[in-house]
């Protein structure tokens, strides 16, 4: 006998027939024989609307905490009524609050962090044969504040309880059949990863890839929690993420449109005054990413170019040219609308040529690359967005990815 925890997302529970086909894998699951406790989200769009009516209430977000309680509700209706269908199918269930089931966070409300599972009391529900359904999301203050873990905080829910409860797997339900080489939607040869390492899937996860929040990534990856990526409405295997699995040279392509550009030409002191900008950033909570340093013709200046997610770059700017940093650098260009695209795979890091594939791929699409990042599983590169569906495809077929995997 195994114990799975079950996550259902907010497409997968957006309505009482979605509710009732994530009834139906649950019964599935339960008739192997496996103790089950399912993770809830709330149905989708929900959490969004909420947000807004707090937004309108609360404009300058100065009542984190009460947001908060508001922010957890949908969570909990959609718990209720799964487990009200679960008792009328002859099923043993209850529901359990992230603060019943004793997930306690620390106090940084809308973005709190998990620090410690107590789940004692849930444990003993499942060894009684009952079906444990957790809100996702949430969880408790040690002072008794109701918490929200932010964006993906239902996948990064699921990964603790399941860590918590010593299971021997999260299955996350979603409206896709896996994790896919591409976007289908951009690249029609897409084509399903059965198996993948956790360091691949958090690359996918970090460049673009929504399929699983990163965060829940980290955690199955540090704590050794194999997760599976699996459809709620079409019957497959999904996706398999594991310690162990080196199957593909690359495995996937994936983008993000969450990208700005800032340029800074003719900068002037080298290291010192780089650490002074990127300090100044840091401080704000700005996240840096493809940054590129080059040469002037002057010896003692350079140009510097980085990027960073939309929603910080009018932020980064007004870092950048305040009065303290405005004089380390002669000139600044910015571009807010780009995007960047990143090939992810085991292979990088011992196959020679793969960075001649990608810029060959790129070149022959005539596509501008702006800034340029690599790690031993990541080559990433910045784009003008209008591009990213071409890049997409290009490095995609470059890498052989429209061939069946097997």
């Known amino acids: 006998m195994a114990r ?15 509710l009732r086909l994530c009834a139906k894998h649950i019964a599935e699951q339960l008739k192997t024989g496996d103790e089950v406790a399912v993770v809830i989200s709330a149905p989708s769009g929900m959490t969004a609307e909420l947000s807004k009516r707090i937004s309108e209430i609360d404009e300058k977000s100065k009542h984190l905490d009460e947001a908060d309680l508001v ?33 306690i966070t620390d106090d940084n ?7 410690e599972a107590r789940t004692d009391e849930l444990c003993d529900s499942l060894k009684a044969g009952e079906v444990a359904v957790m809100t996702g999301f949430q969880g408790v203050t040690k002072e008794g504040r109701v918490t929200t873990l ?12 399941a860590v918590a409860l010593r299971a021997d797997r999260c299955d996350i339900y979603t409206d896709v ?13 897409a084509k399903l990863i059965h198996e993948l390492s956790p360091e691949e899937m ?55 449109r969450d990208e700005s550009q800032i340029s800074l030409m003719g900068l002037s002191g080298g290291i010192d005054n780089m650490q002074k900008l990127f300090s100044a950033l840091a401080k704000k909570k700005i996240n840096i990413d493809l940054v590129v340093q080059s040469s002037t013709r002057q010896t003692d200046l350079s140009n510097l170019v980085f990027a960073t997610s939309r929603s910080d770059h009018e932020r980064a700017l007004d870092i ?15 571009v807010k609308e780009m995007a960047k695209v990143s090939v992810i795979g085991l292979g990088l890091r011992s196959q020679s040529g793969m960075l001649e594939i990608f810029f060959r791929a790129l070149a022959d699409a005539n596509i501008s690359m702006h800034a340029m990042a690599t790690s031993e599983l990541r080559i990433s590169a910045l ?15 470059a890498y052989g990815l429209d061939k069946t995997l097997t």
């Open 109 to 115: 409300h809308g973005k709190a962090r998990l620090i």
């Open 320 to 334: 950048v040219s305040s009065d303290v940093l405005s004089g380390l650098y002669q000139n600044l260009n910015s």
């Open 383 to 397: 784009i003008p967005e209008h591009m990213i569906e071409s890049a997409v495809k290009a490095l995609h077929f």
């Open 4 to 18: 799975i925890v079950m996550k259902f997302g907010g497409t997968s529970s957006a309505n009482t027939r979605a």
């Open 202 to 256: 958090l690359e996918l996860a970090s460049s673009g890839t929504k399929v699983l929040h990163n965060r829940s990534v980290e955690l199955a990856m540090s704590e050794q929690m194999p997760l599976r990526v699996l459809s709620t409405f079409n019957p497959g295997k999904g996706t398999i993420i594991a310690q162990g699995l080196e199957t593909h040279l690359v495995s996937g392509v994936t983008y993000s």
């Open 150 to 161: 932010g964006r993906g905080g239902s996948d990064v829910s699921a990964v603790a309880l």
């Open 71 to 103: 922010l957890s509700s949908g969570e909990q209706i959609n718990a209720g009524l799964l487990v009200i269908i679960l008792r009328e199918m002859g099923l043993k269930a209850r529901s359990w609050n992230g603060w019943q089931a004793g997930l």
């Open 177 to 189: 059949a896996g994790v896919f080489t591409a976007d289908p939607a951009i690249e029609k040869n």
